[in-house]
């Protein structure tokens, strides 16, 4: 499966942003889908995950303000972003899966599949 997230911006701290990812097939019961972001010197941090069943997963960081939803139909997951800090700027990459959704599965296994980030700023 190929991905390609797009929807990053600048945006000034407290601001909302959505972002989108769009898959290259039919990803309803199929994969399970994440967000991943990386900060520059930073790792890789896991954001958000959504089962095929629809379990959410989210990275201790995000909890409150991060909401993930997937819409089978259009073969696409976005990750609604609210009350913005310049912590959370980095490139967010989109992940597919057939099994994990986690942080801590991530950090065993990996990802399957990887698409190219989108670039999300947040200002001061």
């Known amino acids: 499966v190929q991905l390609q997230a797009s929807g990053g911006g600048l945006v000034q701290a407290g601001g909302s942003l959505r972002i989108s990812c769009v898959a290259s097939e039919d990803i309803a019961n199929r994969y399970t889908m994440n967000w991943f972001r990386q900060a520059p010197g930073k790792e890789r941090e896991f954001v958000a995950g959504v089962s095929r069943t629809g379990s959410i997963e989210y990275g201790d960081s995000v909890k409150g303000r991060f909401a993930i939803s997937r819409d089978s139909a259009l073969n696409t997951v976005y990750l609604q972003m609210n009350n913005l800090e310049p912590e959370d700027t980095g490139v967010y990459y989109c992940?597919?899966?057939?099994?994990?959704?986690?942080?801590?599965?991530?950090?065993?296994?990996?990802?399957?599949?990887w698409g190219k980030g989108t670039q999300v700023t947040v200002s001061s």
């Open positions: 992940a597919a899966d057939r099994i994990g959704y986690s942080s801590s599965y991530y950090r065993a296994h990996g990802m399957a599949y």
